[in-house]
């Protein structure tokens, strides 16, 4: 079994920061790449920032220079620091990775559960 595991997150004002981890558990073999996704009410899930396990980035134009991703390898953790945060960020942040289970020679995408970010005007 596998599990992802978000914490972090909360209500913060305009302008400040937060820090939100993830971190994969259980039987894994590798991990392709983990990434941040959001979703706002009423609208459609979204990458923020996504990163490959050979440390390639990739981000929302909306979040670059604000937000930041960083993975642990040894850990099979992920974080996204969040600067400068805007009423707009305010959504479900949802981990994902790509992995491979041991024993298995198969990719499969694992979720998180959903860490809550409120920014307040």
């Known amino acids: 079994q596998v599990q992802l595991v978000e914490s972090g997150g909360g209500l913060v004002q305009a302008g400040g920061s937060l820090r939100v981890s993830c971190t994969a558990s259980?039987?894994?073999?590798?991990?392709?790449?983990m990434g941040w996704y959001r979703q706002a009410p009423g609208k459609q899930r979204e990458l923020v920032a996504l990163?490959?396990?050979?440390?390639?980035?990739n981000y929302a134009d909306s979040v670059k220079g604000r937000f930041t991703i960083s993975r642990d390898n040894a850990r099979n953790t992920v974080a996204l620091q969040m600067n400068s945060l805007k009423p707009e960020d305010t959504a479900v942040y949802y981990c994902?990775?790509?992995?491979?289970?041991?024993?298995?020679?198969?990719?499969?995408?694992?979720w998180g559960q959903g860490t809550l970010v409120t920014v307040s005007s």
């Open positions: 990163t490959t396990s050979g440390g390639i980035t």
């Open positions: 994902k990775a790509n992995l491979v289970p041991t024993r298995s020679s198969v990719t499969f995408q694992y």
């Open positions: 259980g039987s894994i073999y590798s991990i392709i790449d």
